[in-house]
């Protein structure tokens, strides 16, 4: 039997959750499907959880800074307690997010979809008809085609660590490399920022700046 919507989201991250809670306001019936814990990339593998890492290096950075001036003794990051105290804050956000899609009447459904029509989906066992479909899956990063790419992890794969490498190479010179690299420094990693351009952070400056 095919369900019916007036919008299915892909994804669950914070564009479909926010998609879907105003069209579910306006009266739409509403899906939403996630192949992976509800949540996405900003609460679960990215902005959120690097929020609390960072929050641990600046403690120490701060302490760090302020020794001789008052402040006495070595702070250090303990790293698997750093990790535990960030899966504190993401661990239950996938439950929360079910639960407010309940709340508010919204169906969700686990696992990939797949097109079986312009407007037709199939979901695990189930067949969905959505008059709206709307594609908030995310990103991923780019390939960059050189040897020994294998070896490399992503945003993702660096929040997750259970254990501190004591060398780590970043590629690219962004804000993630920017703030990932004093994240890894200030928790004790050497780090080496590989960047094709003259400076980090090339294309950062917001243009209401200049000029």
Known sequence: MTKRYDLI???AGTAAMTA???VRAGGWTVAVIDHRPFGGTWALRGCDPKKMLIGGADAVD??????GKGATGDVQIDWKELMAFKRKFTDPVP????????NKGIDAYHGKARFLGKNTLQVAGDVLEGKHILLASGAEPIKLNIPGEQHLMDNEGFLALETLPKRIALVGGGFIAAEFSHIAA?????VTIL???????K?????????
């Open 186 to 190: 200030r928790a004790g990693a050497k």
């Open 195 to 201: 960047q094709h351009a003259d400076r980090m952070l």
């Open 9 to 11: 989201a892909i994804g």
């Open 20 to 22: 879907a809670m105003r």
């Open 203 to 211: 294309n950062s400056i917001p243009t209401w700046w200049a000029g």
């Open 95 to 102: 439950e929360k997010m079910e639960q407010r899609y309940r």
């Open 62 to 67: 701060h302490a760090r800074r302020m020794h």
